[in-house]
């Protein structure tokens, strides 16, 4: 089997919040995109408007629908397992809020801040994000599809790539990815590799 013949995966973050611009961790708090955001996904769609997907997939989380449908993807496939991770006590809150109740934190060496915050449950771990992500990989790699696309976020887009490469997820701390950009999955020889990361489109 050659490169060519292997599945890609194209993933896309969606396009600007209002709490993605202003750092606060977004999980399960349905925010709609900015018009910011709504451009973004429309320069999405005019790059990919030439790119042929077997199978397109979404976060069921509304700022990853509205960037699918703006970029011209009606016919989505809803995953639960693309959702955002899930942040707990830490939703809504940056990370200098969070680190001035646990110092050090970041998300890729603790997880989700373990914080006394009433109302919240706890969030997810590494390990958590991982298995779920994986069986992402796995339905795109036994899709048979030439090309499929994903719509997600931030952390969880980021903890993807690094279960596509089998590598530990808490190594996405070494690869940012803004809003409305473009990434792809896919092979150098037999080694799952990035061929393209954080692209602006």
Avoid at 44 to 67: H, K, N, W
Avoid at 192 to 198: E, L, S
Wanted: hydrophobic letters at 40%.
């Amino acid at each position: 089997m050659t490169d060519d013949d292997r599945t890609q995966l194209w993933i896309v973050r969606h396009g600007a919040t209002e709490w993605s611009e202003s750092g606060q961790h977004t999980s399960v708090t349905d925010l709609g995109l900015l018009e910011k955001g709504r451009a973004n996904a429309e320069k999405v769609g005019r790059r990919l408007a030439d790119v042929e997907f077997g199978m397109v997939l979404s976060s069921p989380r509304l700022r990853a629908i509205q960037t699918a449908e703006l970029a011209g993807f009606d016919d989505v496939t809803i995953d639960d397992d693309l959702v955002e991770w899930a942040y707990g006590p830490g939703e809504g809150l940056t990370s200098p809020e969070i680190r001035e109740q646990i110092p050090g934190w970041r998300i890729w060496t603790h997880g989700a801040p373990k914080l006394d915050r009433e109302g919240y449950e706890p969030g997810e771990t590494k390990e958590h994000v991982a298995e779920r992500l994986g069986r992402v990989v796995e339905r795109v790699r036994s899709s048979g599809h030439r090309r499929v696309l994903a719509f997600g976020h931030g952390h969880a887009m980021r903890a993807l790539a690094m279960v596509w490469l089998d590598a530990p997820v808490e190594f996405a701390a070494h690869f940012p990815l803004q809003t409305g950009t473009l990434c792809v999955l896919g092979y150098e020889k037999e080694n799952p590799a990035i061929v393209r990361w954080n692209a602006e489109v």
